[in-house]
Structure formats: C-alpha cells, structure tokens
C-alpha cells in the first residue's frame, strides 16, 4: 500500500475543525485534480461522495464512502469501487502548540493510502497507448503533493486567512 501521511497545526478546537472536514462536498474548492462532488448521505457512516477527477487526458468519477466517525476526533473513509484506497482525517487538541494570541491549536493529520496493483483498468477510459501502468507511474508524484495542497487551503479556510503552513510529513508514497 502506497501511503502519504502528513500533519499541521490549526489554531481552532478540534470541534470547530471536525464540523468543517466533516464537509466534504467543499474539497472540490481544494483540489486541482477534484472538480465535482456529489453527495448522498448525511457524513456519518456510510455516506458516499462520487468524486469527479480529472487529471491530463483522463477523466474518471471515483465513489468514497464514509466508513467510521469518532466526533470530533477522526473521520475514516475508503473508495468502494475500482482501487484498494482508504485514509483518515484526524484531530488531535494541541494547546501547548497555540501562539501568542490564540487560546487553542490543535493538530490536523490527513492519511491516505492506496494499492495500486488493484486498480481496475477496465473502470478507466485511458487513451490509446497508455497502460494502466504509465498512469500510476505519473499519478503517485502527484499525490503527496496534491496531499500538501488541500491540507494548506483547508488551513487558511478554517483560519479565515492564509498564512504560511508548517506541514510535517510522515509518509511518502512508495517508490517516488
């Protein structure tokens, strides 16, 4: 399973925190590569999202599903369809972490995981010549990166302002 694991301190409670990751239909404001979600469900578990990606010549709506909640602390979910993926969200209260001027921090882990020898090149419409392979190979850059991205944006959306963002990485997808 290929993974990236990466966290950053948000100066919110993790209530405030959990009821806006929660939201998950607000990601495609996040993403380069996420640019519809549709929603069926309330968030709690079983919720499922189809998540329209487009990246290059490819187009694909891959479908998550809400698996686990635990308020205000994580939100587990996994893709149902065409790829082994999962990962989480997690909040952890960090007060010690606050800066001068705010009363709370709390730290924000975004996990996700994928194993790229169960996806389903038969889901996808690749263009002539390219292999479900080639795909992967430029896909697991991306990743960490596109990882990096949301995790900045949620940030400065939550805080009401951007601001530099110290992220800390604590896995990296295999082989990049």
């Known amino acids: 399973m290929d993974e990236v694991e990466l966290s950053t301190v948000v100066y919110l409670p993790p209530e405030e925190i ?6 998950f239909p607000r990601y495609a404001n996040y993403s380069e590569y996420l640019t519809d979600v549709r ?16 990246w290059w010549k490819i187009s694909h709506t891959a479908r998550s599903e809400v ?3 635990d308020p205000p602390a ?3 979910w996994k893709l149902v369809k065409d790829v082994d993926a999962r990962g989480h969200w997690a909040i952890e209260e960090v007060p010690e972490e606050a800066p001068e001027g705010h009363e709370t921090a709390s730290r924000v882990w975004l ?3 994928f194993d790229p020898s169960s996806a389903n090149e038969s889901a996808i419409d690749l263009p002539r010549l390219v292999s ?6 430029k896909i697991k850059p991306l990743i960490e990166k596109e990882a990096k991205r949301v995790v900045k944006r949620v940030v400065a959306d939550l805080e009401g302002e ?3 963002v110290e992220l800390t990485l604590h896995r990296t997808p295999d082989s990049v």
Do not use: M, N
Request: net charge negative.
């Open 132 to 137: 479900i392979g080639w795909v992967i190979k």
């Open 111 to 113: 996990r996700a995981g």
């Open 39 to 54: 929603q069926h469900g309330d968030g709690s578990p079983g919720t499922q999202y189809d998540l329209r990606l487009a």
């Open 18 to 23: 959990y009821e806006f990751l929660i939201d």
């Open 67 to 69: 698996t686990e909640v």
């Open 162 to 164: 951007p601001r530099p």
């Open 74 to 76: 994580r939100i587990d």
